[in-house]
């Protein structure tokens, strides 16, 4: 499968420290990813330099097969790229709002944002919580919401900061079952995550920032091979 994103020497710093400094990076389209690294290992960070949150350096970027930058962040990767946070905010309307509301930025018409948000809140086995006060909801009820709200959206990349730490057994396993049908439908999916809580995804990648370096260990049936990237 074709690569979604590609970056040359992708460089960051805070302040004069440097946090990391990865010679390539590439995600393949429709692929899934964990993203480990110990407390610090900037882990969130380039979660975040991915979805234009943070700069960075980088000495050549490719996205969907076209060349861009990361800074600017290109409005293709605006509307392709979404990042959900560990602790996702949500708006204190009602649960369906919380999920349609992209769509309704997006300018699509209410009937389709309506059908839109059912399908998503079935799949995300949340429809009972549709009229929900968001500030009272469960940290699995609200990562399932967050995955639907991000589903809806039809992401190309998905970013999800550490998306079942603080869960317990059954929360996690809920969150961790809707990932697999994002893949299917094409979406790359990157999580960010702790060794402890390594994510036994069937044929997921695994990319571990270690010493600002990044290591990476493609899913491959020919048996997974550790490659040092950097
Ligand atoms: N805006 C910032 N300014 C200065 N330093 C920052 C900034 N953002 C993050 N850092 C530092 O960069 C380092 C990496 O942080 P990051 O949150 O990316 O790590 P992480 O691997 O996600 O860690 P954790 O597992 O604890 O969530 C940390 O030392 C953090 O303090």
């Known amino acids: 499968m074709s690569a979604l994103i590609r970056i040359a020497r992708l460089r960051k710093s805070f302040g004069d420290r440097p946090q990391f400094d990865i010679e390539r990076f590439s995600l393949k389209a429709g692929h899934a ?32 097969g076209q060349a861009t930058t990361l800074s600017p962040y290109p409005a293709a990767m605006r509307a392709a790229v979404v990042y959900v946070h560990q602790h996702p905010v949500m708006f204190s309307t009602s649960v369906a709002a919380n999920i349609g509301y992209g769509l309704t930025v997006r300018g699509m018409p209410k009937a389709k944002v309506a059908q839109q948000v059912d399908e998503a809140m079935e799949w995300a086995g949340v429809a009972h919580l549709r009229d929900s006060d968001p500030s009272r909801l469960s940290g699995g009820e609200k990562q399932r919401i967050a ?16 998306p079942t730490a603080n869960l317990d057994g059954a929360a996690r396993e809920q969150v961790l079952a809707l990932i697999p049908q994002l893949v299917r439908e094409g979406t790359c999916v990157v999580m960010a995550c702790h060794d402890r809580d390594l994510i036994g995804l069937p044929g997921v990648g695994r990319l571990k920032l270690r010493d600002g370096k990044l290591e990476r260990r493609d899913a491959d049936r020919d ?8």
């Open 147 to 162: 995955l639907a709200r991000a589903k809806v959206l039809e992401p190309k990349l998905l970013l999800l900061d550490e």
């Open 33 to 64: 990813y964990v993203l480990t690294g110990v407390n610090g290992a900037g882990k969130s960070t380039l979660l975040r330099i991915l979805a234009g949150l943070e700069g960075a350096e980088a000495e050549g970027v490719t996205f969907a």
């Open 223 to 230: 048996g997974p091979a550790i490659a040092l990237v950097t």
